[in-house]
């Protein structure tokens, strides 16, 4: 072949690597570990777009590094293939989701196995699968069993059209984000699951972990844990107290009024004749908004006065009650005393409806906001006046607990997890009702099946499908011989893609969820790359099921996943837009400014750069120059099929890592990819020369020179360090700055040859193999050795020195290095180069600067 042909050489190794099971995971436990894990995906229907290979590249790379450098590796794969989608397609063509899931995943492994990914296909998991799910009802026992799981009438985003729940990151503005269904707030029946009581180990062991600090930060947020106070509010003319919790009880003289949830179990005792008409209204309007938009920060304020009043315990003053949607029934205690002097939100409410505002804190003189929330001098405040916050808070608890009227206490944003769903496709529950008491399924009748209906359609009184599937509902209690009926709730997509990363390591054992000796083996997860889309639920949910199997004595290790790294976006091409106005071309800024000028889309050839600016080619008007998110809307998916198709899969591969740093949100650009497919089209050449012959008139036996072994062991060691850091842009520069050297050399020895095929093999394996083979090697290079780098080949024999004449360099000088320090010898040599010399001809040196193995500077006065 006369160039590198990947329509020929990539099949055939992908077809080598399956059929002889060159990546299956070894079974011995006498090396050192490395598990490696993607977040596995969830197998839709338009398969795979260019954004998904990133992190699984990312990982194949280390994977096959690590193998080289002697460790047992765990790769494995699965799909997540329970869920929404599926059963939405059934809902709407009548397709069982199973078959919309089988075919979607034969889809999505075809898409894997194209692009050379080193899993271990034999451990292949996936959640619907009997065989697997058995284990999710099995874990779900445990936590049944520790009371962890329990049932309970929650308010929760209904969407009749979707006919299930949805959790409050799937409602946006009061729809659901799957169709657009309008969602309203009803309480129903549902499981829950006590995440709350691993509150404090989720919130400590994140020290423990490698993990990046804003997504640590993101998990601390969530769990909110908050230490204050809980103080009581005695409400004027009814035998009855407010309770709130405040994590700024230091605050308490300022409170000017109080806000209930509008859901709060008193709001219907107190509110006063006069005022129900109003707050039935507002009650009923909160009912359809979602807990997300309820507290965005930025709406307008809203609320409703009950006409009931509070009396502040610590200066007995009446206070008015009002309800909002901002505060939230199922947070803290559904109700809060309002500082507007010290929050900001409480002064925007205050000053919407004219309410007092007192500050208890002294801001600073050159304080020019509205609430100040720093530090200070508590004032207004009777007995804690000039004290500050730490001092004021203890002091306010004291007198709180001395007088009956309050406690410290801790609380925490997190609440307990919402784990039904009233869908088809999920994991049914194994419980079943008898004599309307849930009661676990013994764990000899595990797996419970999800039973054949005809109609995945929703009902409209909530209840699930599978409902319908009488014969299946109605049991038996093998216990009792009683009638029961099973629960027809199924589970969130969640519970699948909690513990998987242990079905991995013994995928068909049948004994537990894990083999033991396995588990305590290869966990912790060495290294989980995902994206940061699941910064919070996923890895929070996995976390708190895994410490529940580490309780059970299940698992080993407290943590499930060591080190985390979030890989960027890919989004679309850029997209350049010029503006037209009146006929005149302007620029972007110019155009904004007139607000009616016209859109001109330009392609990559009508615009060059300019500094940081992009303009119209030979102009210097500025044009819009942006990236946005691949979707099928804007018509900007690129799909890697298509990619490699044209240039392989080996420079998908390449210039996915070669984009920028892997944690970097990036701009897809098809030229660059035609850049690293040049890049393997210049190392087929190194080898096998212009003529493509297929022998090796590139590579002899010949003793390489000092220059070339340097430059190959600059290589080994900047993709070695590289590698470990996951730097991988930079580590694929060192193998074109290689290329770039090598290509000039007459020949290329052998022993400098192969150790660069196997510096290149993790990034482009398909073209690395296939001239491993033809350098007449009959294994795969998949468990070659890596190889090493010596620090004494990365001297060089000479230094470089630049000679500056009064600060100007005027000539370069090579120096031999063992005479590199010695300055007489440098300065002579300096000295006699003809470029200096017509410098000092007719001047006289003033002074002579030698910085050893950096520069010399000769200092002249003219005579």
Not at 260 to 287: F, G, N, W
Request: glycine share 6%.
């Amino acid at each position: 072949m006369s160039s590198y042909n990947p329509k020929y050489v990539e099949p055939r190794w992908q077809k080598y690597w399956l059929e002889n099971k060159t990546f299956k995971t070894p079974e011995d436990q006498d090396k050192p570990k490395y598990y490696i894990l993607d977040m596995f995906p969830y197998p839709s229907g338009s398969g795979l777009h260019v954004g998904h290979p990133e992190g699984y590249t990312a990982t194949d790379i280390l994977a096959r590094y690590k193998r080289m450098k002697g460790f047992n590796v765990l790769h494995p794969i699965g799909w997540d293939a329970f869920g929404l989608p599926a059963e939405q397609y059934a809902v709407k063509t009548g397709t069982h989701p199973r078959i919309t899931t089988e075919n979607n995943i034969k889809r999505f492994r075809e898409q894997l196995q194209m692009l050379g990914f080193s899993y271990d296909w034999d451990r292949e998991v996936n959640t619907t699968d009997p065989d697997y799910y058995k284990w999710t009802q099995w874990i779900f026992l445990k936590l049944f069993e520790k009371g962890l799981a329990y049932e309970d009438e929650q308010p929760v985003n209904w969407c009749p059209e979707l006919g299930t729940v949805l959790a409050n990151e799937e409602v946006i503005d009061g729809k659901s984000e799957v169709g657009g269904y309008p969602v309203v707030r009803k309480p129903m029946r549902q499981w829950v699951l006590k995440i709350t009581a691993y509150a404090d180990r989720l919130l400590e062991d994140l020290e423990e972990l490698d993990w990046p600090e804003s997504t640590k930060e993101m998990q601390r947020n969530w769990i909110g844990k908050s230490i204050g106070a809980e103080i009581d509010f005695r409400v004027q003319d009814h035998d009855a107290a407010i309770r709130v919790f405040t994590t700024r009880p230091d605050t308490l003289f300022g409170a000017t009024y109080m806000v209930l949830a509008p859901e709060h179990y008193l709001v219907d005792r107190i509110t006063a004749d006069a005022q129900k008409e109003s707050v039935e209204e507002y009650k009923r309007k909160a009912e359809n908004k979602s807990d997300r938009e309820r507290q965005e920060i930025s709406k307008e304020k809203t609320g409703v006065f009950t006409g009931a009043y509070a009396v502040n315990p610590a200066n007995g003053e009446e206070i008015p009650i009002w309800i909002a949607d901002y505060v939230l029934a199922h947070y803290g205690t559904g109700a809060i005393m309002a500082v507007p002097g010290q929050d900001e939100r409480d002064w925007e409410f205050a000053e919407a409806f004219d309410l007092p505002i007192i500050r208890t804190v002294e801001p600073p003189e050159d304080f020019d906001g509205k609430a100040y929330t720093g530090d200070g001098p508590a004032i207004n405040s009777g007995f804690l006046n000039g004290l500050h916050i730490t001092e004021a808070k203890q002091k306010i608890i004291d007198w709180l607990e001395e007088n009956g009227t309050g406690q410290k206490s801790v609380n925490y944003k997190l609440r307990d997890w919402l784990f039904s769903r009233q869908r088809y496709w999920g994991e049914p529950f194994p419980i079943i009702h008898v004599d309307g008491k849930p009661k676990a399924v013994p764990e000899d009748e595990l797996p419970v099946t999800l039973p054949e209906v005809d109609d995945f359609q929703p009902t409209q009184t909530g209840e699930p499908p599978l409902a319908r599937a009488v014969g299946w509902v109605e049991t038996t209690d093998p216990e009792t011989g009683k009638k029961a009926l099973r629960e027809t709730n199924t589970m969130p997509q969640w519970a699948g893609s909690c513990w998987y990363y242990l079905r991995y390591i013994s995928p068909g054992y049948e004994e537990g969820p894990v083999d033991s000796s396995g588990e305590n083996y290869w966990m912790p997860v060495d290294l989980y790359v995902g994206g940061s889309e699941h910064s919070v639920l996923h890895l929070l949910y996995a976390r708190f099921w895994h410490k529940v199997l580490y309780d059970c004595g299940v698992v080993s290790t407290k943590e499930p996943f060591r080190k985390l790294v979030h890989q960027g976006m890919i989004l679309g091409e850029m997209e350049y837009t010029a503006y037209r106005h009146h006929g005149k071309m302007v620029s972007a800024s110019e155009a904004e400014k007139a607000g009616d000028a016209e859109r001109v889309p330009l392609s990559e050839q009508d615009i060059e750069k300019k500094g940081d600016r992009f303009v119209m080619k030979g102009t210097d008007i500025t044009v819009d120059a942006r990236a946005h998110k691949m979707s099928k809307s804007r018509g900007n998916v690129i799909n890697p099929d298509d990619v490699v198709e044209t240039y392989g899969a080996d420079s998908l591969r390449l210039y996915e890592m070669f984009m920028g740093p892997l944690e970097q949100v990036k701009p897809w650009s098809t030229k660059g990819v035609e850049g690293v497919n040049r890049f393997l089209n210049r190392t087929w050449r190194l080898f096998f020369g212009e003529e493509g012959d297929d022998e090796f008139i590139r590579v002899s036996g010949d003793e390489p020179d000092r220059d070339q072994i340097r430059i190959l062991h600059e290589a080994i060691k900047k993709v070695t360090e590289d590698i470990e850091a996951m730097r991988f842009n930079t580590a694929i520069s060192a193998l074109m700055i290689f290329i770039n050297e090598a290509n000039q050399w007459e020949n290329v020895p052998v022993t400098v040859a192969e150790p660069f095929v196997l510096l290149l093999s993790p990034f482009a394996p398909h073209i690395a193999e296939e001239i491993w083979q033809r350098l007449g090697h009959s294994e795969s290079l998949a468990y070659a050795e890596w190889p090493g780098f010596n620090e004494e080949y990365l001297k060089s024999d000479t230094v470089e020195y630049p000679v500056q004449v009064n600060g100007k360099v005027r000539a370069n000088i090579e120096v031999p290095a063992e005479q590199a320090k010695e300055k007489e010898f440098v300065l002579s040599l300096a000295k006699e180069q003809e470029n200096i010399m017509k410098y000092l001809e007719d001047a006289t040196i003033v002074k002579e600067i030698f910085v050893p193995g950096r520069i010399v500077n000769l200092v002249i006065k003219p005579n």
